[in-house]
């Protein structure tokens, strides 16, 4: 889930992270690891944005990860292979305090190779860096801050101040999911709109996810285990085919009632 979420925040407002990692508003477009040779090692962690002149490689960590140095160095050399001539700049972004060394690591060192990353922890960044621009306002909540629940509302009225309300929707539903690390669920309901975060995009997929999760559930009960086909079917059905499946199942009685009804409603 938090991987979605940075993963989201990343690509809608690459900008804004332009800005805070690179130093300069570039416009960056995503580039998608299948470019890149070879299958991405963990494309869910993985943030690929470019410009004519720059890649920029983001990867964010809920938990440090011995494998992160190898993998950084593993895409510079894909993008390399790929882009002779672009600049690159990777970051490993930390997001919950750890006492692990491993998030001080910044290179990784094979005998007479070494390659260098960046690496952010986020409590230890100043709080006005998030503060003052929209894509990274969810990420407030996890800077260095001694009062989170008063950063947190500082993100709210900036928030409030978001005239777009798709944009408003999203910020606040990821402002949400991300301070939810830091800070218990009825304190940032009590803070954030629950009635602008339902438009979110964020907010929609988490939704579908835990109706998918429920119906894949209850079909086991009713039919036994549900094969890897069909499944691939029912997590392709949009919100509203779920539902539909949710109440037809409760008729199912095999798993040929499942087959039936997927042959029939699929497009």
Known sequence: MFDNVCRFLAESFSADFATWLLGESISLTQLSPSELSLEPIRADALILL??????????????????????????????????????????????????SELVQQTAFVLENTRHEFGV????????????????????????????????LQQVAEAIEQINDTRTQSNIAASTAILAGLVLNKELIKN???????????IY???????????????????????????????????????????????DFSDLTDLEAWLAQNQG
């Not at 009635?195 to 979110?200: G, N, T």
Request: proline share 5%; glycine share 2%; charged share 25%.
């Open 50 to 99: 470019q410009s004519d002149e720059i890649v920029l490689h983001i990867e964010f960590q809920t938990e440090a990860k011995a494998e992160i140095p190898f993998r950084m160095t593993d895409y510079r050399l894909r993008v390399y292979r790929k882009f002779l001539r672009k600049r690159m700049y990777q970051v490993v972004i930390y997001l919950q305090p750890t006492a």
């Open 120 to 151: 952010i922890r986020l409590w230890e960044q100043p709080s006005e860096i998030f503060l003052n621009t929209p894509g990274l306002l969810p990420f407030a909540t996890l800077s260095q801050t001694k009062d989170k629940t008063r950063t």
């Open 191 to 201: 803070l954030l709109r629950s009635d602008a975060m339902r438009e979110s995009v």
């Open 204 to 250: 929609q997929d988490i939704q579908q996810e835990k109706a998918l999760s429920i119906i894949i559930r209850q079909l086991c009960r009713k039919v036994g285990t549900v094969p890897p086909a069909q499944l691939l079917k029912i997590q392709a059905l949009d919100s509203t085919q779920l539902d539909d499946l949710a109440e037809a199942l409760l």
